[in-house]
RNA sequence: GGUUCGGUAGUUCAGUUUGGUUAGAAUACAUGCCUGUCACGCAUGGGGUCGCGGGUUCGAGCCCCGUCCGGACCGCCA
């Protein structure tokens, strides 16, 4: 046997029992006489002593030989601490150590195993074996394993069936671009990795599995950023015989219950907003509703003034932000810079401050006197000592670089605390979406999602005005799950392919499985899929989900660690009849 | 595909604005001292292809061009 306890477990009622540990050496403390070990291992701490003359001389000498991250075994003595260290859950006890047992060496690490290691991302990810060792990454995978074991156990007991489905599967051409995967069996030919397990969840429902889940992984061949990798994982569910509002419901429970065990955070209340007043009031459909600065439209009082920029503008839409008509000229330069950036991508920002005598200073003081800028101060109802800030220009541009400076403002404000959990749903999506690029529809959600009943007669006349069964959750402006109702018969499937522009013969090849799936008896159906890594990530109030990913890649998509992907031999090549050519570009 | 920031000791960074003697700090590492430390302390020491290639110059870590690598973001992500 290693090891009778763990490194952190031990404490003062374990007094003058002998135990033997095994971990990581974390620190070495000699204070020459004395020499101090805190040892480290999943579990926690336990600090070792090694005392002159009150152990061999011999392992004082192995004592000198070790180094940081040495893996040791020691067999001693829970004595109680002369100086007892308050911080850490054994801090009241030591190890006397009797004997000790070197199990493997270490180089010195090339950063230090600390919480705030000296490393930086790309070395932690290079030896990310090491960087596990931390304290904030395990804390992370910890809290990622609990919620997953949290989800299974909620969904179990309302009678969900976790199963799996296949990850080589067919490529589609809608949606993200597929990771592919050579067959060596079918020359030419190529599974495509799952976006998503969409029609087999699909499927399911059709086979009867009413009530179906997986934590799944999930492949999409798109640029990475902080939140995005290219495989990532998606807690996955699908139900039969609901409408919506079954739905929505079954799920706020799922995330209640998460909230609850995992954060002991009580959720009053989960609003339900739709996506038009998302995009009107926060400019965006994943608003972080923990904070006001709701959009006020200024069209109606802003025009006609002879300002040129707004006359222009398709929109003129401001937020208030309160108290801060104290803030300096240069702080407002740097909000119009923040603007301007491209990523923003606003022309200008005008700002009225409603000074506290009443008085109100305007950066259009030129065209608008007090009376008509008295009338956006009522349009917002703004009060004395509030700082409007105004952007005008094409709606959909205006509203997104609005809602960039909402957030911004959120976050010097103070309004975005990781610690505070606002969720919503976002309802009532476009069905389709148009694109200007390649003159035609794309579903918003996806081809499967199906139209609100009574807008299925617009889809001939007017597609563009129907809308969904969709829905998203969203929390602190982080889209954490989407979803939505799914059509079941297959000539309204197949009317929804032609509008996206399919061929018959091309949704018969891509999708004719689904559709003939649909001739056998096909239940009402709708699911939701939740973002498992933002989820934990969300939890773990970090905007990053690289630490909630055992081993996660880089900004371009590469495991530093085993340097993938990487080329293969000619042999494999050609097995799979593949030859590479440089393509023109 | 684009924008932007960065690459200097094992590591994290300063030094680049204004080119000029031997490139610094902290930390890590090594050695010595220290019997209650817990980010121990003190002393000493070793440690550099300034990402790579080219150019300008009497002279380049610093300026210019190219290139590679990394971070954040836009596009993209049904």
Redesign the pocket.
């Known amino acids: 046997m290693y090891r009778t306890h763990t490194c952190g477990e031990l404490t003062l009622k374990n007094k003058d029992i002998t135990t033997t540990l095994c971990g990581w050496v ?11 070990i ?1 040892l480290r291992d999943r579990y926690g ?1 336990t ?1 070792l ?1 090694f ?4 152990c061999e001389l011999a392992l004082i000498e192995m004592v ?1 030989k070790l ?2 991250e040495f893996v040791i075994q020691v067999t001693g003595t829970v ?7 308050p ?2 859950p054994t ?1 009241e006890i ?1 190890i ?1 150590v009797r004997t000790l047992n070197i199990l493997n060496q270490s180089e ?5 195993i ?1 919480d ?10 290079k030896y990310r074996y090491l960087d596990l060792r931390r304290n904030p990454v395990k804390k992370a995978l910890e809290l990622r394993h609990k919620i997953a074991a949290e989800t299974r156990k909620y969904l179990d007991s309302i009678d969900f069936i976790e199963i799996e489905t296949p990850y080589l599967i067919k490529s ?1 051409p ?4 597929d990771f592919v995967v050579p067959s060596r069996m079918n020359v030419g030919e190529f599974y495509a990795l ?3 397990p ?2 087999f969840k699909q499927l399911l429902m059709v086979a009867g599995y009413d009530r179906y889940f997986q934590i799944v992984r999930c492949f ?1 061949d ?7 990798q290219p495989e990532f994982t998606q807690i996955d569910c699908e139900m039969s015989f609901v409408e919506q509002d079954d739905i929505l419901k079954t799920f706020e429970g799922l995330i209640v219950h998460l909230f609850k065990e995992v954060k002991n955070v009580d959720i009053a209340e989960m609003p339900r907003m739709k996506y038009a007043d998302a995009m009107r009031f926060y400019g965006s459909d994943k608003p972080d509703i923990r904070f006001g600065m709701k959009f006020v439209e200024l069209n109606d009082v802003a025009k006609g003034m002879n300002f040129k920029v707004f006359d222009d503008a398709e929109l003129v839409v401001g937020i208030c932000v309160p108290g801060y008509s104290e803030y300096t000229r240069k702080q407002i330069d740097e909000l119009t810079e923040f603007v301007k ?5 606003a022309t200008g920002l005008v700002f009225a401050k409603i000074n506290l005598d009443g008085s109100i200073k305007s950066s259009v003081d030129k065209f608008y006197d007090t009376a008509a800028l008295q009338k956006w101060v009522d349009a917002f109802g703004a009060k004395s000592g509030d700082l409007l800030l105004i952007l005008a220009g094409a709606k959909e541009k205006t509203q ?1 670089a609005l809602s ?1 400076l909402r957030l911004e403002m959120g976050n010097r404000l103070g309004y975005r605390n990781n610690n505070v959990f606002a969720p919503l749903w976002v309802i009532d999506f476009p069905l389709l ?1 148009w ?1 200007e ?1 390649t003159n035609r529809f ?8 199906a139209p609100k009943p009574e807008h299925i007669s617009l889809l001939e006349t007017d597609p563009g005005s129907v809308y969904a069964n969709a829905y998203d959750m969203v929390i602190n402006g982080v889209e954490v799950g ?1 979803g939505s109702i799914r059509i079941y018969d297959r000539l309204l499937q197949q009317k929804m392919f032609r509008i996206l522009g399919f061929s018959d013969e091309e949704a018969e090849n891509q999708f004719g499985f689904l559709m003939n799936a649909f001739r056998f008896g096909a239940p009402p159906h709708g699911g939701i ?1 939740f973002g498992f890594d933002r989820l934990s990530s969300l939890f773990g109030g970090s ?2 989900i ?1 630490d909630y990913i055992a081993f996660p ?4 998509g ?1 495991d ?1 660690m085993i340097d993938s992907p990487s080329k293969i031999a000619d042999e494999q090549l050609k097995e799979l009849s593949i030859s590479l050519t440089t393509l023109p ?1």
Not at 222 to 228: C, K
């Open positions: 974390q620190r070495i403390r000699d204070k020459g006489g004395m020499i101090w805190d701490i600090q002593v005392e002159e003359g009150k000198k180094g940081r004595i109680e601490r002369f100086s007892k260290n911080n850490m801090g030591e006397q010195t690490p090339p950063f230090t600390e705030n290691s000296d490393g930086g991302e790309e070395l932690r990810m589609t809608e949606g993200a671009r799952p976006q998503s969409q029609t999409r798109e640029d990475l950023r902080a939140d995005r950036r491209p990523q923003v991508g997104k960039e979406e694109d690029e794309y579903a918003k959600h996806h081809p499967f999602t989407g899929a905007e990053s690289r890649k880089n900004n371009s590469r530093v570009k």
